[in-house]
């Protein structure tokens, strides 16, 4: 996931024994020959019998037990995503319940950034805008992982330079990293120099699609063109 983050398989135990497990050898009687084995008496067959309607009802619980727990699996989304209250570049509080109602597409990442981040922004936006009439259904929004230098202001001058929808949130160290947690999102930052100001971002890269009840629907790709992206929007908003 780019300027990157986002799983050790352990042997199996095994059962082990001191004693050789190989067959014990016939017993002989002195001076004799080799003694036949005790015929099998008639009463082990009811026992076996147990045995089988045993596995056969311990077959059909793990067969239930399985069924409700892939149910229960498939049902639940990750937990991605949450409220927030955050700074627009207009000064503006905005809060996750603000675009309940409409999908939101979500992207992490700084302005200092010189490449990915412009790269899955400019792709973004440009999808929203091929969706058509459904765009208005759409919200793209960039959070950034940087407000120290990421400023209302600065975010306000970065986002309508690349598209005059895209809706730019700064705010505190604390909310960044809350909001950062609750997407899930990795952010690092690197010294590139002695300067207060020498520094980048490592940070995954990944476009949250966010349903109209705000929970999170899927990953967009950031590397796709914004055709795919476009394709693969409006397949999830249909």
């Known amino acids: ?22 067959p014990a050898p016939p017993i002989r009687a002195a001076g004799s020959a080799m003694m036949k084995p005790a015929a099998k008496r008639d009463t082990a067959r009811p026992a076996a019998g147990v045995y089988a309607v045993l596995g056969l009802v311990a077959g059909i619980l793990l067969l239930l037990i399985g069924g409700f727990l892939w149910r229960s699996a498939s049902s639940d989304r990750p937990s991605i995503g949450g409220p927030f209250r955050l700074e627009s570049g207009a000064g503006n509080i905005v809060t996750a319940g603000d675009f309940r109602g409409k999908y939101m597409l979500v992207y992490f990442g700084y302005t200092f950034c010189p490449d990915i981040c412009p790269t899955a922004l400019n792709a973004m ?19 950034t992982l940087d407000p120290e230098r990421d400023t209302p202001e600065v975010m306000r001058r970065y986002t309508m330079a690349l ?19 609750e ?21 995954s890269s990944i476009i949250y699609l966010m349903g109209p009840d705000g929970r999170f629907i899927a990953p967009i ?18």
């Open 1 to 22: 996931m780019a300027e990157h983050d986002e799983p050790r398989a352990t042997r199996p135990a095994v059962a082990r024994h001191d004693r050789d497990a190989s």
């Open 221 to 238: 790709p950031a590397g796709q063109s914004p055709a795919e992206m476009a394709a693969e929007i409006r397949r999830l908003m249909s």
């Open 125 to 143: 936006t440009a999808a929203q805008r091929s969706l058509g009439s459904r765009s208005e259904d759409l919200a793209p929004i960039f959070i």
């Open 183 to 203: 997407y899930r999102v990795y952010y690092s930052r690197h010294a590139t120099g002695p300067g207060p100001d020498d520094y980048s971002m490592d940070h």
């Open 163 to 181: 598209s005059p929808t895209l809706i730019g949130l700064t705010g505190t160290q604390d909310e960044i990293a809350k909001v950062a947690r």
